[in-house]
């Protein structure tokens, strides 16, 4: 048996597990060994029933008293009963409806039982617990991850096999001296460790060793892929003008805003490019941070450039630059997807002899035919939806400019120093003044009518609101059910008032128009699809009924929330849903909990995995298989250290003690789009 052999010529599987195993990821019985347990049973501390804390999970060791008797109570629910004791107290055994686990348990034997203890002090119990054959000893179980059709207990059964097998032939990807400086253990060890620990402590020092590996190799494909030259730029800011440009506004900056302003500022007037995130919350106010940056880059002779990933959101940056650039002499202009030709051969002759000062755009930017004169500053916003090759190929058109990635997104912090490494950051962890926090309800259909009322209340005082449109079934097209949504809202509750549609498939002019007449007032029902999801702006909006709100991540509501709760009047969100299931219910409470942006990405990422949590893997991360960016910080820490003395030592890995290291990056990495790395 080898590590490459298919899982389905591993003992004990054959074709139809095969098909099981292959849906939790698993190929080979390499990838089995590497298929690690989400959790443990201890069954190592054996506890007497009297010492059996009620509430806790405990193991308990005891003789059944008599064979459990059933008793139905209603159709489809059989009720067991047997007392069970370990010679100085007796303990009560409940099993629901689990036939086998009664047939299995006889009189007179002794047995480990394993389950949350219940009951009282004067009689305790234990609900549907596991049992075993007490002679089989005490041990820590792995749980893995199950799938229907094949229980925790069989990939237990099969770890065993592919260990026995195979486990002396996986590579040891960490060399000596990285082991000791970090004190891990061995591969050989780990993945024995992992699966059938001895006592907890050695799970958890495998489990360590497993995570440092992950993220070590997670954190050089990061490295290798980005290229860390830090060259030097043509472009520095000779002087400080921002303070021109901050008095012509018309609020007061906060504090926040200020001070990332003055890191930008610090940036520029260096000789290495300035290489920054600026990270702030929906509605911090991002957008004059860049402004100022862009003034500030413009008055030293630098062109800048703006990329938005939706037109819209192109559009209103185009607009709010225009108008904070009113009162001085700057030249900005648009280009997306859908700007003409003759005004793109324009723009494209203009930004050639270096007459537009701020091009503001979509993916259009990224084209062959835009060339700049002397591009100084590139800005993205919303950036983690732009891919890691994206990012890079706008800063190619000028020679290394300053870079200010913009987030509204708030990545946690232990992912965005994965990501970005040296990065440096600045965080707007301040709102503009005056912001009321968004109330939001999780109502159930049934409740809808009543929210639209709600809404239609708002409208009646002047204000306005936002639809978002159920998502689709499959056949149906976005554009057919915004629009039956829009048109049935049109005839009924909201007849006497201009209900407007935006959807992805309208043209870009149909959308600006839109947009133009929702900012204006003039339609004061927005029904939207999801295109409204970023940067759109409209402070007089203070509602928002969010359909199926249950297939919604966490991050991208809170982005559609972000929506309201930008003026005066204080906002309500309603999230309508009928789901069920328990993760589902969890992501709607959490919204009505909170409005923080980091507690919500942190829960995001927790619920769905950092490769999840980017929406797929274009966005640059792989997935993880045991460690957790959001707890393991201090881990995510130490592998970002050992990569950076890794790589002074050894930059591109060639040593021979670092070659398995770099067959594992490769590996992690693989299918994460073309790679830089050869
Ligand atoms: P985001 O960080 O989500 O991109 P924006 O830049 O769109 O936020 O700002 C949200 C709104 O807040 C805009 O209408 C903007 O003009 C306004 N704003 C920004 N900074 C301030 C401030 N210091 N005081 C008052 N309003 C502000
Ligand atoms: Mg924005």
């Not at 043509?234 to 926040?256: C, G, H, M, Y």
């Not at 590139?378 to 870079?403: M, N, W, Y």
């Not at 982005?559 to 009928?578: A, H, W, Y």
Request: aromatic share 6%; charged share 25%.
């Amino acid at each position: 048996m080898e590590l490459k052999t298919d899982i389905q010529y591993l003992k004990g599987v054959g074709e139809k597990r095969a098909q099981l195993l292959r849906k939790l990821g698993v190929y080979t019985v390499g990838d089995l060994l590497h298929f690690y347990p989400r959790s443990y049973e201890d069954w190592s501390q054996i506890v007497s029933i009297e010492d059996a804390r009620i509430g806790e999970v405990c193991c308990v060791r005891a003789i059944v008293d008599r064979k459990p008797v059933g008793a139905r109570i209603r159709q489809g629910l059989t009720l067991y009963k047997t007392d069970v004791t370990d010679g100085r107290s007796i303990m009560q055994i409940t099993i629901f409806n689990n036939r086998f686990l009664a047939d299995k348990l006889e009189a007179g034997e002794e047995y480990l039982f394993y389950g949350r203890v219940g009951g009282s002090l004067w009689k305790k119990e234990m609900n549907t617990p596991l049992a075993e054959k007490a002679e089989g000893g005490k041990r820590i179980r792995p749980i893995y991850r199950q799938t229907e059709g094949m229980t925790s207990r069989t990939i237990e059964r099969l770890e065993a096999t592919a260990l026995d097998g195979c486990v002396s032939q996986c590579p040891e990807t960490l060399p000596a001296w990285i082991r000791d400086k970090y004190c891990l253990c061995a591969i050989e060890n780990s993945l024995r460790d992992v699966h059938f620990p001895p006592d907890m402590d050695y799970a958890s020092h495998a489990r360590r060793r497993l995570m440092f590996e992950e993220l070590l190799t997670l954190t050089l494909g990061m490295r290798l892929l980005r290229g860390r030259n830090r060259a030097r730029t043509s472009f520095r800011v000779q002087t400080d003008e921002t303070a021109r440009f901050i008095e012509k506004l018309p609020f007061r900056l906060t504090n926040a805003q200020r001070r990332a302003i003055e890191a930008i500022t610090a940036d520029m007037a260096q000789d290495a490019p300035m290489n920054r995130l600026l990270q702030g919350d929906v509605g911090s106010g991002k957008t004059v941070v860049a402004a100022a940056a862009v003034y500030n880059a413009v008055q030293s002779g630098m062109q800048c450039a703006l990329m938005a990933p939706t037109e819209i959101l192109a559009m209103q940056h185009f607009e709010t630059m225009r108008k904070f650039f009113a009162p001085f002499d700057l030249r900005v202009a648009l280009l997306t997807g859908s700007t003409r030709a003759a005004e793109k051969k324009k723009i494209y002759a203009c930004l050639q002899a270096g007459e537009i000062d701020l091009l503001v755009g979509t993916h259009a930017l990224l084209t062959p035919d835009v060339t700049f004169r002397r591009l100084g500053l590139v800005i993205t916003d919303e950036q983690h939806r732009f891919g890691v090759e994206q990012r890079a190929a706008l800063g190619k058109k000028g020679e290394d400019p300053h870079i200010l990635v913009m987030s509204a997104t708030p990545i946690p912090r232990t992912l965005a120093l994965m990501i970005y490494g040296d990065l440096d950051v600045s965080v707007l962890d301040e709102l503009p003044p005056g912001r009321k926090p968004v109330r939001t309800y999780a109502v159930t259909g049934e409740k809808r009518e009543r929210a639209l009322g709600y809404v239609r209340d708002h409208l009646d005082r002047g204000l306005q609101g936002y639809i978002v449109c159920p998502l689709v079934e499959e056949g149906e097209t976005p554009m057919a059910a915004a629009e039956e949504y829009a048109a049935e809202l049109r005839s009924g509750a909201f007849h006497d008032y201009n209900v407007g549609l935006l959807h992805g498939r309208m043209r870009p002019k149909e959308k600006e128009a839109v947009m133009r007449a929702f900012a204006s007032g003039e339609v004061r029902l927005l029904v939207s699809t999801t295109v409204i999801e970023v940067g759109v702006d409209v402070p007089n909006a203070v509602i928002m009924v969010i359909e199926n709100a249950e297939r919604f991540g966490l991050s991208q509501l809170h982005q559609l929330r972000g929506r309201i709760g930008r003026g005066r009047e204080s906002s309500t969100c309603i999230l309508i849903s009928d789901a069920q299931n328990d993760e589902a219910l969890r992501r709607l409470r959490i919204m009505t909990q909170t409005n923080d942006g980091f507690r919500i990405a942190d829960e995001d990422l927790r619920m769905r995995g950092p490769g999840d949590f980017f929406g797929a893997r274009q966005h640059g991360l792989p997935e993880l298989k045991i460690a957790d960016l959001v707890s393991e910080t201090q881990l995510v820490h130490e592998a970002g250290a050992c990569a950076e003395e890794l790589l002074r030592r050894d930059p591109d890995l060639s040593e021979a003690v670092h070659r398995p290291l770099r067959a594992a990056v490769e590996t992690l990495w693989g299918g994460v789009g073309s790679s830089g790395m050869n």
